[in-house]
T-cell receptor, first 111, second 112 residues
Framework: KQEVTQIPAALSVPEGENLVLNCSFT??????LQWFRQDPGKGLTSLLL?????REQTSGRLNASLDKSSGRSTLYIAASQPGDSATYLC??????????FGKGTTLSVSS | DAGVIQSPRHEVTEMGQEVTLRCKPISGHDYLFWYRQTMMRGLELLIY????????DSGMPEDRFSAKMPNASFSTLKIQPSEPRDSAVYFC??????????FGPGTRLTVL
């Protein structure tokens, strides 16, 4: 059974710092991996989608990488800002299944 | 496109009452998903549909929960009778085949 783990569970950084959020999954047979952002009391906003054949995706200050063979993905946030404070969720999709989510990393960026 | 639409946004009901949650997926998406989010268990799949057909309902907690998708633009999740442990945020999401999933704003359900 696929399991997704995100480390750390919480992270506090000062504004301007570059940071990396980690995601690992136990079964490498995935279709794709998706990173989401969730603000308190809000829904999920899709940040990046990486197909199984891809190694990375970039959007603005965000860069997500995927190493399927080792079951790992990272989300890199450059020059963090207070507005980046949120919970970041990693999720993988396999054949015949829906997304399987990690528990998330709650990020706090202080000004 | 307005994105995935869910209603109601908030629902407060008493134990034993029937609750119906509604979802309109993004036009052209042939997959629709219902998830539930709680503090204890995080985000979990309840059921998903492909071309209006239920494919995997293994996440539906018990017979009190049922979901339908009568056409490509509408789905319902029904809880009857509701219990306090059903209190959670229920999300609907849609996607094209193996593509990016887009989530609705969620329905926050409180069962007293």
């Amino acid at each position: 059974k696929q399991e997704v783990t995100q480390i750390p569970a919480a992270l506090s950084v000062p504004e301007g710092e570059n940071l990396v959020l980690n995601c690992s999954f136990t079964d490498s047979a995935i279709y794709n991996l998706q990173w989401f952002r969730q603000d308190p009391g809000k829904g999920l906003t899709s940040l990046l989608l990486i197909q199984s054949s891809q190694r990375e995706q970039t959007s603005g200050r965000l860069n997500a990488s995927l190493d399927k063979s080792s079951g790992r993905s990272t989300l890199y946030i450059a020059a963090s800002q207070p507005g980046d404070s949120a919970t970041y969720l990693c999720a993988v999709r396999q054949a015949g299944t829906a997304l399987i989510f990690g528990k998330g990393t709650t990020l706090s960026v202080s000004s | 496109d307005a994105g995935v639409i869910q209603s109601p946004r908030h629902e407060v009901t008493e134990m034993g009452q029937e609750v119906t949650l509604r979802c309109k997926p993004i036009s052209g998406h042939d997959y629709l998903f219902w998830y539930r989010q709680t503090m204890m268990r995080g985000l979990e799949l309840l059921i998903y549909f492909n071309n209006n057909v239920p494919i995997d309902d293994s996440g539906m907690p018990e017979d009190r929960f049922s979901a339908k998708m009568p056409n490509a633009s509408f789905s319902t999740l029904k809880i009857q009778p509701s219990e306090p442990r059903d209190s959670a945020v229920y999300f609907c999401a849609s996607s094209p085949r193996a593509g990016e999933q887009f989530f609705g704003p969620g329905t926050r359900l409180t069962v007293l």
